[in-house]
Structure formats: C-alpha cells, structure tokens
C-alpha cells in the first residue's frame, strides 16, 4: 500500500471511530442512527429521537420518558399501551403518535395519584395519542394533568377518563387543544368528570375540536383569564347527561365563535353557556359569543345564562348571528350588543342525526348574517368552521356569511 491510500485508510478509521463514539452517547448501537431517522420523522431542533414499540429497543412509554432530555422527541409506534403512567419533568419535549392512533389503556395506573400522564412544567407538544380509563382513589383521575408551562395537545382522543385534561392554577400557564375528540364520561359515582377543566390559568384555547357524551360534569369548564373556544362541536348527544355544555364560573375575557353546541333532552342542567356563576375572579371579564348554532332539546332552560348580579357592572356581552335551534330563552342579560341572532325549527337545518348542523340550501337565512364588527379590534367574523370527526377547515374570503357556526 502507498503512502497515501495508507493516510487515507487512517483517516477513515478515526473516522468511523469518533461517529461510533457519538452513536453510543446519544444511546444508539452503531448503525441504528441512519435506519430511525429514515423510517420516522426527523427529532425536535437540537434534540434525538426516541422510538417506542414492541419491536423497538425502547417498549415502554415509561422508559422513553427515562431516558429523554431537553429537546428530544418521542415517537410512539401505533398498537396499545396499558399502565404507562408518567410524569413529564422535561422541559422541551414532543411526544407524538406514528402512523395510526397508539392507545394508552390507564389499566388502573396513575403518576402520582393524579393522572395517567403528569406534565410538571415545559414546552410540551403531544400529538395523535389515545388516552383511555383513567381512574384515581378520589375519583378526579385525569388522562393529563397539566401543572404548568405550555402545552399544546392536537389530534387526541380521551374516552372514559374521569377528566380527560385538567390543569392545576398557575396564572402564566397555556393549554392549547387543537382537532382532538373528548368524550364517553363515566358514570361512576364520585366528583363531577368534566372532560376538559381548566383552573385560573392564563389562557385556554380549544379549536376544531369534539366533545360529546358527559355525565353530570361540563363538556368543557374554563376558570382561564382568556379563554378561545373557537369552531368545536360541543354535543352532548342522544341520552347525553353533561350540565354545561360550556361554563365559565369565574368570567374573563371568553371568545365563543363559529361553534356547535347542544343539549340532550335528558340534560342534567337546564343552560347551555353559563358565564360568571361564582363570582369574577380576573379583573378583564367580557364574553364575546358570535356565529354558534346553539341547540336546545330540553324543555325550558336558556341558551344564555349570565350570572349578572355576580359580576363586575362594567362587565359586556355581545351576543351577534347565533343561529338558536329548539327550546330556550336568550335575552339580554348584561350590557352589550345583542344583534342578528335568528331562532329556527330543528326542520331548517340539513341533517342533526348524522350531524350536520348546517342550514338547509334554500333557507332565506343563508348569506343574510350582518357585518358581526369587531371588539377591542378583534373581528368576531369566523374564518373556519368544524368537520368532522375533528378539525376545521377554512373559509372562502369575501362570502356572505350566514347565522350559527356553519356556513
């Protein structure tokens, strides 16, 4: 061999050497870098990827959430995953479903008597994972806890957990839920099962999302200072036993737009929204309810229910191009604007047993919505609407709006 095919061989060998030694501090064997990052999606900046499955070195969620630092990234391979409970002390982290939803099955665990997973304090994103019958001692097991930081939650599912997400009361914590399904509450006896609670947290926001099927607790119950409920389908469904479809005990600044919310006939509260019914606890309350097909099967009951009395005087309510379908009141209840809200048959809409709440094509009220303005330069005008089973799509520009959520 010559001299320089000898200094060549040399090189390569340190080489092959020093991306060795790489592989096995970031708990790789050799060669197993370049097959993940081909079969799966690429780690957070800055961070690895972990790769959970039965035919993966890492087979437990619990191990992954072991062995992951700052910045990593859990992909969690498509099959069940029973007793998983967790707590996420991380503080950038993505954990994310591969391929068809993973299922976590609780199976009587729990992280610290609280939930099935536990989020501490971080940027942390979880995206297309199942959560499954979580059940604590005192009755208020949540799928996720949620302490505080910044959480973002999208496209999951939570069925027959006592919550499905509840947060603690930091008042510089953000939970934001995007295309995700709640429901399946059960009937146990115990605290109320709110499918998603959050406390006095800074700001909530739920968007293209589905709620359905509650028992006695709310479909959704925010204490947030800010709180954006923005193109969900909140319906209980036939037989459905939630109390508010939609609570905000504390008020706040609440924006209601483009939603479907709905009310069974074996309803276990009378009012669909209600807003301030334990006293203000933010210094900012307003609620700002525009574009939603409100839907009431029960007899009596309103639409509205502003706890007034309870409330700061300086408090407003603009209620604008809701479409109110069923039985109900809904009147002015504190100052504000009250304008373009239409009431109609069931019989006017396309479809409400498959789940279309639309208006029918030749309704006189398609296109006929006014200008629904702006408050504090935020216009109240939606830009999306919901699909189902979960999510949203836009909006052409310019179109003529209709009342209620779907246009």
Not at 17 to 40: F, W, Y
Not at 138 to 162: P, S
Not at 222 to 244: F, K, P
Not at 324 to 340: D, I, M, N, T, W
Request: glycine share 12%.
């Amino acid at each position: 061999m010559n001299r320089c095919a000898l200094l060549l061989s040399v090189v390569l060998v340190a080489l092959a050497a020093v991306a060795t030694a790489g592989e096995r501090r970031q708990g790789m064997l050799p060669g197993q870098g370049g097959t993940a990052a081909g079969k799966h999606s690429p780690p957070a900046k800055g961070g690895r990827t972990i790769v959970v499955g039965p035919h993966e070195k890492v087979r437990s969620v619990t191990e992954a959430a072991r062995r992951a630092r700052d910045g990593d990234t859990v992909e969690i391979l498509a099959g069940e995953y029973r007793r998983q409970a967790v707590v996420w002390t991380q503080a950038r982290l993505t954990i994310r479903g591969v391929g068809k939803r993973p299922i976590l099955i609780a199976d009587g665990d729990s992280a610290e008597g609280k939930a099935l997973w536990v989020v501490r304090n971080g940027e942390i994103l979880v995206d297309n994972l199942e959560f499954r019958g979580v059940r604590v001692a005192d009755g208020n097991g949540a799928a996720i806890r949620f302490e505080k930081g910044h959480l973002r939650v999208v496209r999951c599912a939570f069925f027959d957990n006592e919550m499905g997400i509840l947060t603690s009361n930091f008042d510089d914590a953000v939970l934001e839920v995007e295309d995700s399904e709640f429901g399946e509450a059960p009937t146990h006896a115990g605290l109320l099962h709110h499918l998603l609670y959050a406390g006095t947290i800074a700001r909530l926001s739920v968007r293209g999302s589905r709620f359905q099927q509650g028992f006695r607790g709310h479909l959704i119950k925010s204490r947030a200072r800010e709180s954006s409920i923005l193109y969900n389908m909140l319906v209980d469904g036939v037989g459905g036993r939630a109390s508010y479809e939609l609570e905000f005990p504390n008020g706040g600044l609440a924006w209601v737009i483009g939603n479907i919310i709905g009310q069974s006939a074996s309803t276990d509260n009378p009012d669909l929204i209600s807003y301030g019914a334990e006293g203000r606890h933010w210094p900012d309350n307003a609620l700002l309810l525009a574009h939603n097909t409100l839907v009431n099967d029960r007899l009596g009951g309103s639409f509205l229910h502003v706890w007034a009395d309870r409330l700061p005087p300086a408090t407003e309510v603009w209620a604008i191009n809701n479409l109110l379908v069923g039985h109900g009141s809904f009147a002015p209840q504190a100052s504000g604007r009250y304008e373009g809200n239409q009431r109609i048959e069931r019989s006017m809409l396309i479809d409400t047993e498959a789940r279309e709440f639309g208006l029918s094509g030749r309704s006189p009220l398609r296109g006929q919505a006014p200008p629904p303005a702006s408050f504090r330069e935020r216009s109240l005008a939606p830009t999306a609407e919901f699909v189902l089973p979960a999510g949203t799509r836009s909006l052409p520009v310019g179109k003529p709006l209709s009342p209620g959520a779907l246009q």
